[in-house]
Nanobody
């Protein structure tokens, strides 16, 4: 079992940047893919970005491609999400999830687990 703690959210103006972090403990972090998801009020949790166990492959939702960058530091058991050119529609609670395999097979939320508490990102217009 892995425990995940997301941090780095906040209030930012449109066009601004934030860097989210997700610290993992418990299960061997470096053996599994990781993902970032978000959930806005009244909406379902949606995929944002994912990264394979060694950082060799990354995946992004079309809505964030070119603006967000996912990365990981296995020595620190941490995965990051750098968010640039933020838009009001990026407002949501952001969650990190642990995959069940080394590579990213699917980006559906059901393929990830151990979500943690999430971190709120609010982008004002």
């Amino acid at each position: 079992q892995v425990q995940l703690v997301a941090s780095g959210g906040g209030l930012v103006q449109a066009g601004g940047s934030l860097r989210l972090s997700c610290a993992a403990s418990g299960r061997t972090f470096s053996s599994y893919a990781m993902g970032w998801f978000r959930q806005a009020p009244g909406k379902e949790r949606e995929f944002v970005a994912a990264i394979s166990w060694n950082g060799g492959s990354t995946y992004y939702a079309d809505s964030v491609k070119g603006r967000f960058t996912i990365s990981r530091d296995n020595a620190k058991n941490t995965v990051y999400l750098q968010m640039n050119s933020l838009k009001p529609e990026d407002t949501a609670v952001y969650f990190c999830g642990s995959g069940r395999t080394r590579v990213v097979i699917t980006t559906t939320p059901a393929a990830f687990s151990s979500w943690g508490q999430g971190t709120q990102v609010t982008v004002s217009s």
